[in-house]
């Protein structure tokens, strides 16, 4: 099905790979269509859980998603996104499935990110878990030999009950937004060499601006990747006129 996120749309739809997850998504979450003002599309894959993806991202767990992107590719889209950024462990296997852009997560942002700062300066990430954040999926997008300071989420009960661990599915947004906030602002703070900021899981593009404010340096995300895929696979005319 075909969502359409702002008035002025056009062109062919962005696809999105979805986690199954039933709490409510806010605006800025890449699962509420109203993030976009270009066209998405939904592709839901049953049974896959954060939980199962953090702890269990085994070759079983790859089929159905592998099904999934083949799936959007076959209704249109010009680019996929993942809709949770662990799903990094499983980027060349999808991007090999598929004959169109491809991009898990906002980590493969992370060497992009390193390159427009200074030589002593590093890229903050903050992840959903950082236990749960492995070797293999650094190394699935190219990031595992980047200067990172890596703060995680798994300790705030708001986020570990509801997201992580699955427990309920009604969320206290503003509980969420203080443990989000606090937690990147808390990595700042500690590490004063963090040139930018890397927003890994897709539940805290809705407070980046918020963090922004907190930290005065540059904050991307999902929704920042998402956005520069799809002005590169829908370009059009520019229609300025002529300097005299």
Same mark, same amino acid.
């Given at each position: 099905m075909i969502f359409r996120g702002g008035p002025n749309v056009y062109g062919v739809p962005i696809g999105?790979?979805?986690?199954e997850t039933y709490y409510a998504k806010l605006p800025g979450h890449v699962k509420n269509a109203s993030t976009f003002d270009y066209p998405v599309v939904y592709k839901i894959v049953q049974g896959a859980v954060v939980e199962k993806?953090?702890?269990s991202p085994d070759t079983t767990l790859l089929a159905p998603f592998i099904e999934a992107v083949r799936?959007?590719?076959?209704?249109?889209?010009?680019?996929?996104?993942?809709?949770?950024?662990?799903?990094a462990a499983f980027q060349?296997?999808?991007?090999?499935?598929? !004959?169109?852009p491809l991009f898990t997560s906002s980590l493969m942002l992370v060497p992009l990110v390193s390159r427009?700062?200074?030589?002593?300066?590093?890229?903050?990430?903050?992840?959903a878990s950082k236990c749960g954040l492995t070797q293999k999926h650094l190394c699935a997008v190219g990031c595992q030999d980047i200067s990172m300071v890596i703060a995680g989420m798994e300790d705030m009960?708001?986020?570990?009950e509801v997201i992580l661990e699955n427990k309920r599915i009604e969320l206290d947004g503003e509980k969420l937004? !203080?443990?989000?906030?606090?937690?990147?602002?808390?990595?700042?703070? !500690? !590490?004063?060499?963090?040139g930018a900021v890397v927003l890994e899981c897709t539940e805290m593009p809705v407070y980046a601006h918020l963090i922004q404010e907190r930290i005065?340096?540059?904050?991307?995300?999902?929704?920042?990747?998402?956005?520069?895929?799809?002005?590169?696979?829908?370009?059009?005319?520019?229609?300025?006129t002529m300097p005299r």
């Open positions: 999105i790979l979805g986690l993806l953090l702890h799936e959007l590719e076959a209704e249109g889209v010009s680019a996929i996104v993942g809709s949770c950024g662990f799903l060349e296997e999808l991007a090999d499935a598929v !004959n169109i427009m700062l200074k030589k002593e300066q590093k890229v903050g990430v903050v992840t009960p708001e986020f570990r937004q !203080n443990e989000i906030v606090s937690v990147a602002v808390s990595m700042v703070e !500690n !590490n004063q060499d963090i005065q340096r540059p904050v991307f995300d999902i929704i920042t990747l998402t956005n520069m895929v799809c002005a590169a696979s829908m370009r059009t005319s520019f229609r300025g």
